[in-house]
């Protein structure tokens, strides 16, 4: 790789991490639920508010857990936002549920609250929400969407640690919600998630169906004396390899984000005239929430032209790539859900985004080169 090019995406080295791999590569405890699984879940826990999370092997495996919880079966569906990433199909496709794919709100990239609604049939058990970007849905009719028609809410949080809706946590608003610590995200440990849940019920479900099916947290609490398969499950706990490094990131959550922040603050800053110039629409934010500063992108006024642009920037040794095919279009999706409406928004939102490169320590050169390459556009 070219030193001189700007990659999109280098995950972060946070400080402790290798002290606190050696302090487990010492210690006769590698698998999960060890002292850095235990630090690990209560700075989430802290971060969040929420009053239970398990840490899992990646959000996919968080939302599988999710379904399992919500005991989705073959005579269910799940309404999923047709502009999101694979792994909020696939924990629906995987228990028989039909994925019912529905248009975007095209300023966010969010689930559209007005298509959740004409979608609702009696066969409905839940509506997934992806917060994009880091960006809150807009939630408070998606919420009088569940409650008047008795609906859980899955909140796909991948992309929005530390975010907020009206001051409530992202993650936290939902039946149930999931984050992703994969290497992409702001916070990683190379492959990781985690599942937040408020109900006690589902809690003491959940510990059962991420271990194998069997009461073994209940007997590490000296609950019980021995521990034995209780239910269905899986294995959806991570080893203490990768929460040693969890447990680092989120020790520096706010140097992170401060880090992220600034490179997102500094496209807002340089790039609305030239925006407004070439018909080009900037990440927006609503005031009712806080983003995480997990991406920046930009709307091209057309698919050629966001294609156009994507060449020009890598002319320069600058790498941006555009986002999500639609579910709805994909050949997975057009066997395992149905689309009631064409998502027609969803596909020009797929078709004319670009994303810039953003990490924590992209340098002010680097930044600098970023915006001389855009500006110097044409759309």
Known sequence: MSEDRVIFSRPYRASAELENLRTVLDSDHSHGDGRFTKSATAKIKALTGSPHALLTTSCTHALELGALLLELGPDDEVIVPSFAFTSAATAVALRGATCVFVDIDPATGNIDPASVADAV?????????????????????????????????????????????????????????????HDTKNLHCGEGGALLLSDEILMGRAEIIREKGTDRARFLRGQVDKYSWQDIGSSYLPSELNAAVLDAQLAEF???????????????????EWARRNDVRLMQVPGDREHTAHLFYLRLPTEDARDTMIRHLADRGIVAPFHYVPLDSSPAGLKYGRTPVPCTRSAEF????????LWPMLGDEQIERVVDAVTDFSA
């Open 254 to 272: 706010d140097h992170i984000q401060a880090g992220r922040h600034r490179v997102w603050d500094a496209y807002v800053a340089a790039l609305p």
């Open 350 to 357: 797929s078709a004319t985004i670009v994303r810039l490169p």
């Open 121 to 181: 049939t009696d066969r409905t058990k839940a509506v997934l929400v992806m917060h994009y970007g880091g960006v809150a849905a807009e939630m408070a009719p998606l919420l009088d969407i569940a409650a008047e028609h008795g609906l859980a809410l899955i909140e796909d949080n991948a992309h929005g640690l530390g975010g907020t809706w009206r001051g409530r946590a992202l993650g936290t608003i939902g039946t149930v919600g999931t984050q992703s610590f």
